[in-house]
């Protein structure tokens, strides 16, 4: 069975930077349509950035211009590269895979990573 795993996340002063990935283990599989999702404590999950098979790209409105979805299918990783961290960021990032991209907006689909926790000082 394939599983999704993320790493690099950690504590960072805001301002700082970090690059999250999500490898996928256990089988064949291929990264189409995936996305990053967020949740803080006491909040929803919410979606940061969606990447389609063609390349489209969505993000939240509170990370555009600082977050970067990307994908190396040579490593089958998909990365999200975090600057000018604030605060707010922190919360557990989680891979989604086997999701849709429907007219420019990331819909997750049922494969998920255990997440990775980002922490941004003050």
């Known amino acids: 069975q394939v599983q999704l795993v993320e790493s690099g996340g950690g504590l960072v002063q805001a301002g700082g930077s970090l690059r999250l990935s999500c490898a996928a283990s256990?089988?064949?599989?291929?990264?189409?349509?995936v996305g990053w999702y967020r949740q803080a404590p006491g909040k929803q999950r919410e979606l940061v950035a969606g990447?389609?098979?063609?390349?489209?790209?969505n993000y939240a409105d509170s990370v555009k211009g600082r977050f970067t979805i990307s994908r190396d299918n040579a490593k089958n990783t998909v990365y999200l590269q975090m600057n000018s961290l604030k605060a707010e960021d922190t919360a557990v990032y989680y891979c989604?895979?086997?999701?849709?991209?429907?007219?420019?907006?990331?819909?997750?689909?049922?494969?998920w990573g255990q997440g990775t926790q980002v922490t941004v000082s003050s």
């Open positions: 989604n895979a086997n999701g849709m991209m429907i007219t420019g907006k990331y819909y997750p689909g049922g494969t």
């Open positions: 256990g089988g064949i599989f291929r990264f189409n349509d």
């Open positions: 990447l389609g098979s063609g390349g489209t790209t």
